[in-house]
């Protein structure tokens, strides 16, 4: 993956080091909009799950190893995880990743929606950082608030990646931002705050169906960002084959699998079986059209 050759963005909030404090405004009502509220398997955004699984399949890493980390879990989170000072190196490809984001999506609004981007601000933390959807540690993965329009993420957990999994580990952290960044675009199209609004009158089977059709649609919205990644050359053909071959490994199903020693449980699912979320971002990559990522209007997922 070329990253190097992506454009910096400038949207990138470093608090790492700092009080937790400085990347929040203390008048939002954190309470609006808990973290939990786009699913994930113990607190764990969809981002942090997919890289948790992706770095398992492309390192030959038990992701068991990696999903340890999560609140609960038998494995305590290593102090060196939010201590250890990160690499120039690391910041360098966040900001690359997100620049490209913005780059993309400015021209897909432009050309297929016929309106601006308003790229999301992406804050960087150490240890813990209350955001306008409440407080969060390195342990909820890179998660998004649309309460304040950010992407969060703790670089310790990347870090903990590359000590788990190994240095090269770029396509894993890309596809998480990638798959953050699709959920500002749902905020923006104003997606969020409907799907928001009838979880809170549905009973808790159909609320999961929503939260798994606005996970899709990340995922689909990310293969959108990839599709036009690869054109400019920025992504390989093998990167592109593996992100379809990892696509399996982050489903509910197989998560369940993992976890429940087997067992799966459809009516809990939040993010999709493992053949709907390789439909759906092959979706994107293939079309590389945001309205082919309508995960909403079709009864077939």
Same mark, same amino acid.
């Given at each position: ?10 949207? !990138? ?5 700092? @009080? ?40 030959? +890493? ?19 995880? +939010? #201590?250890?000072?990160?690499?120039? /190196?690391?910041?360098?490809? +966040? ?5 490209? =984001? ?9 050309? *297929? ?15 813990? !950082?209350? &955001? ?5 540690? =390195? ?10 329009? #950010? ?22 952290? $890309? ?13 923006? /199209? ?8 009838? #979880? ?11 939260? +798994? ?15 036009? =990644? ?5 992504? &390989? ?36 079986? @493992?053949?709907? /979320? !390789? =439909? ?6 293939? #079309?590389?059209?945001?309205? *082919?990522?309508?995960?909403? $209007?079709?009864? *077939?997922?």
């Amino acid at each position: 993956m070329k990253w190097d050759e992506m454009r910096e963005s400038d949207n !990138v909030e470093d608090v790492r080091g700092g @009080s937790p404090d400085s990347s929040s405004d203390s008048s939002s009502d954190s309470s609006s909009f808990p973290l939990g509220m786009l699913g994930g398997l113990g607190g764990l955004g969809a981002g942090g799950i997919a890289i948790a699984l992706i770095a398992g399949l492309f390192f030959k +890493v038990n992701p068991a190893q990696i999903l340890g980390f999560l609140p609960n879990a038998k494995q305590p989170a290593p102090q060196a995880l +939010v #201590k250890q000072p990160t690499k120039d /190196r690391d910041a360098a490809f +966040v900001k690359s990743i997100l620049g490209d =984001t913005e780059d993309t999506w400015g021209r897909i609004f432009k050309q *297929q929606l016929k309106t601006n981007y308003q790229a999301p601000k992406l804050v960087l933390f150490d240890g813990s !950082v209350n &955001s306008a959807c409440g407080s969060a540690k =390195t342990s909820a993965g890179p998660f998004y608030c649309p309460a304040d329009k #950010k992407v969060y993420l703790d670089m310790g957990f990347f870090k903990y990646l590359e000590a788990t999994a190994g240095s090269d580990a770029d396509f894993a952290r $890309a596809y998480a931002i990638a798959h953050e960044v699709g959920h500002h675009i749902q905020n923006l /199209r104003g997606t969020s705050n409907q799907v928001r609004q009838l #979880k809170s009158s549905s009973s808790k089977v159909k609320a999961n169906e929503l939260s +798994v059709r606005q996970e899709l649609q990340a995922d689909c919205l990310a293969g959108v960002w990839g599709h036009f =990644t690869a054109q400019r050359g920025l992504i &390989s053909d093998q990167d592109i084959q593996k992100a379809l071959n990892t696509a399996t490994q982050i489903g509910d199903d197989y998560l369940q699998r993992q976890s429940k020693k087997g067992h799966v449980i459809p009516e809990s699912f939040t993010h999709g079986t @493992s053949q709907q /979320r !390789v =439909t759906w971002f092959k979706r994107g990559l293939d #079309k590389g059209d945001i309205n *082919q990522c309508d995960t909403f $209007a079709t009864n *077939q997922l």
